[in-house]
């Protein structure tokens, strides 16, 4: 399946099958190859939260609208958004930071101008952190969906929730932005998919001032 079909194929579709499970290794190939989404200096401040179980699923849903794709979908996941993830001592930098030496895009005297960079660019303020936690897990959630599209997955992001209630109910850290919940699954038998919902065109998206 080419991109232009994976693109105009996928949908939030909000009926899925409850008897056919997404096993561990399809699970496992779509966020795989979503984790190849580019990121701000490669930090990629982004994880995932797994839930298959009925009574978590049970417990996201109170929180969640009362969504009922919630617990029909055989996955939900959380998705988090790290704001700490351009923080020297935090693992993905530190992991990351080894990498780009090894790789030799970059040397040793350049840690310091690596660190200061991030900061100057992520930790100036509060806002400019969210920002870029939010910003970089956004193109990692869009990737999660066309990846399952491309797989035979269905999908459908949420950001209907309390946001601070599921952080509570999940033992979620502070420095975790939960910007979407995302059900994975098949689309339930019989469902009619509806026609894709208009876009902006070029002519429309492209402004000047």
Same mark, same amino acid.
Do not use: C
């Given at each position: 399946?080419?991109?232009?079909?994976?693109?105009?194929?996928r949908?939030?579709?909000?009926?899925?099958?409850?008897?056919?499970e997404?096993?561990?290794?399809?699970?496992?190939?779509?966020?795989?190859?979503?984790?190849?989404?580019?990121?701000?200096?490669?930090?990629?401040?982004? /994880?995932?939260?797994?839930?298959k =179980?009925?009574?978590?699923?049970?417990?996201?849903?109170?929180?969640?609208?009362?969504?009922?794709?919630? +617990?029909?979908?055989?996955?939900?996941?959380?998705?988090?958004? =790290?704001?700490s993830?351009?923080?020297?001592?935090?693992? +993905?930098?530190?992991? /990351?930071w080894?990498?780009?030496?090894?790789?030799?895009?970059?040397?040793?005297?350049?840690?310091?101008?690596?660190? /200061?960079?991030?900061?100057?660019?992520?930790?100036?303020? =509060?806002?400019?952190?969210?920002?870029?936690?939010?910003?970089?897990?956004?193109?990692?959630?869009?990737?999660?969906? *066309?990846?399952?599209?491309?797989?035979?997955?269905?999908?459908?992001?949420?950001?209907?929730?309390?946001?601070?209630?599921?952080?509570k109910?999940?033992?979620?850290?502070? /420095? *975790?932005?939960?910007?979407?919940?995302?059900?994975?699954? *098949?689309?339930?038998?019989?469902?009619?998919?509806?026609?894709?919902?208009?876009?902006?065109? *070029?002519?429309?998206?492209?402004?000047?001032?």
């Open positions: 399946m080419d991109f232009k079909t994976v693109a105009a194929k949908r939030a579709v909000n009926f899925f099958d409850e008897q056919k997404v096993s561990d290794t399809l699970l496992r190939e779509m966020v795989e190859i979503a984790a190849k989404t580019p990121s701000s200096f490669n930090l990629q401040p982004w /994880n995932l939260m797994v839930l =179980d009925a009574d978590a699923k049970g417990r996201l849903r109170k929180l969640a609208w009362d969504q009922p794709k919630v +617990t029909e979908a055989p996955v939900v996941l959380i998705v988090l958004a =790290d704001k993830g351009w923080k020297e001592g935090h693992a +993905t930098v530190e992991k /990351n080894k990498e780009m030496i090894a790789a030799g895009s970059m040397t040793a005297e350049q840690r310091e101008w690596f660190l /200061n960079a991030a900061k100057s660019l992520y930790g100036w303020s =509060d806002d400019a952190s969210l920002a870029f936690a939010a910003k970089n897990t956004g193109f990692f959630a869009m990737s999660l969906m *066309y990846a399952a599209t491309s797989l035979g997955l269905s999908t459908h992001p949420m950001d209907g929730f309390d946001h601070e209630g599921v952080r109910e999940f033992n979620i850290p502070d /420095n *975790y932005w939960v910007p979407l919940l995302l059900a994975v699954g *098949y689309l339930k038998p019989g469902v009619e998919v509806n026609p894709p919902k208009w876009r902006k065109s *070029y002519d429309e998206l492209v402004v000047s001032f």
